[in-house]
């Protein structure tokens, strides 16, 4: 499975952007696909993802800022960012993954973990002051 990002670029503090993902395959085992971000120095951060079941999650530096969407078990996941400011600057990677047994908790938390199966290549998002 390759996972395709786009979206990204240069917008200035307050403004919008939206990222889109979509996955090479659809698939039909419960899976999870979202986002995380790692910014110059800093960790990989959780931004957020959405289960093909529909459970949603964000990470807390973007609550309320950003809405992770998906039409159930669509093999594509956008993410709209809005009131971006400069700690928003990074590079953002859309991920999966795919249970394979055991329960649909353990593949959340294996998303939560970054213990994908998946990764995209990366988009750039910059957010100048």
């Known amino acids: 499975v390759q996972l395709q990002a786009s979206g990204g670029g240069l917008v200035q503090a307050g403004g919008s952007l939206r990222l889109s993902c979509t996955a090479s395959?659809?698939?039909?085992?419960?899976?999870?696909m979202g986002w995380y971000r790692q910014a110059p120095e800093k960790q990989r951060e959780l931004v957020a993802f959405?289960?093909?079941?529909?459970?949603?999650e964000y990470g807390d530096s973007v609550k309320g800022r950003f809405t992770i969407s998906r039409y159930g078990a669509a093999n594509t996941v956008n993410l709209q960012m809005d009131s971006l400011n400069s700690e928003d600057t990074a590079v953002y990677y859309c991920?999966?993954?795919?249970?394979?047994?055991?329960?649909?908790?353990?593949?959340?938390?294996?998303?939560?973990?970054?213990?994908?199966?998946?990764w995209g290549a990366g988009t750039e998002v910059t957010v100048s002051s």
């Open positions: 991920a999966m993954a795919v249970q394979a047994g055991g329960f649909y908790s353990q593949t959340v938390g294996r998303f939560r973990a970054a213990e994908v199966d998946y």
């Open positions: 395959e659809s698939i039909i085992s419960f899976n999870v």
């Open positions: 959405r289960t093909s079941g529909g459970l949603t």
